[in-house]
């Protein structure tokens, strides 16, 4: 079983981590409303879906959407909520069971960050650009090197050039942060110290470790203090797009040559 597999089965959807990343999809969910071009005549591809949340938001906006991934268990959990113009199906993204030119937008979610060794970043990449029609768009949300250096064994940030790069010849196109990181810092840092020491370098060790947390004493305060914060970085993210620029979570948006 792989770790995406484990957390599938054990992710308890009371988790502060879910929550956030709920209440972010919302703000992402606007973004790319306002910044990609969507209709009912595209097909979508959702490369490393998990557990199909994207593929179910881009079901409403588009004609098609097929989510690949290789964890079986995330990959039950997205055929209970499929739609009708959605396909959920098992394989591997370095190497793409589709043709050429396939997909009007390649999209990634916090995939490309977990494919760690360089030459299948780089196989996964070119497989993303190959299966993107020629003026498509390639869509990517991961979290970048600013100031998130590789944290864990599981996570490999990479700066923005690094991605320019290896989607050559697509040109990016358009790059905003999503979250102004400035109140986040002081909790981040102090649960960096904390996971740090606790954490063997698992992906599983952090959700399990968080559980622990909200379920221990500190629970409420700890709780409290995470939703604080994110709320009090939604209006500083309003005034300002500059500050955004500062967010380790950011959206690439990659465009392939017409020819
Ligand atoms: C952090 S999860 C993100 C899932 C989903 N995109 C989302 O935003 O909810 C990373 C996903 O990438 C998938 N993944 C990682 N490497 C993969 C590979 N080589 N082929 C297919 N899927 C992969 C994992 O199984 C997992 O579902």
């Known amino acids: 079983m792989n770790v995406w597999d484990k957390i599938g089965k054990d992710h308890s959807k009371n988790n502060i981590m879910v929550f956030i990343g709920d209440k972010q999809q919302k703000n992402i969910e606007k973004l790319f409303l306002i910044h990609i071009p969507l209709n009912k005549k595209m097909h979508v591809l959702d490369a490393g879906c998990g557990n199909g949340r994207w593929s179910s938001w881009f079901s409403k906006h588009v004609k098609d959407v097929v989510g690949i991934d290789n964890s079986k268990e995330l990959l039950a959990l997205a055929k209970k909520n499929q739609k009708k113009n959605t396909k959920f199906i098992f ?75 290896a989607f050559r010849p697509a040109k990016l196109e358009k790059h905003l942060g999503v979250r102004c990181p400035y109140p986040l810092f002081g909790l981040i840092y102090v649960s960096k110290k904390i996971l740090t020491k606790s954490n063997k370098g698992d992906v599983r060790d952090t959700y399990a470790l968080w559980d622990r947390l909200e379920h221990s004493r500190l629970g409420k305060p700890v709780k409290a203090a995470f939703l604080g914060t994110y709320y009090a970085s939604i209006p500083l993210n309003m005034i300002s797009r500059r500050m955004t620029v500062l967010s380790p979570e950011r959206i690439m948006i990659f465009r392939k040559p017409k020819k």
């Open 91 to 165: 394989g591997d993204i370095e190497k793409l069971p589709f043709k050429d030119k396939s997909f009007d937008i390649s999209f990634t979610c916090i995939v490309l960050q977990h494919v760690l060794e360089p030459k299948k970043f780089q196989k996964t990449t070119k497989e993303l650009l190959r299966v993107t029609k020629p003026g498509g768009h390639i869509l990517l949300f991961e979290i970048v090197k600013k100031y998130e250096k590789k944290r864990e064994d599981y996570i490999a940030c990479r700066p923005v050039s690094e991605y320019v790069k």
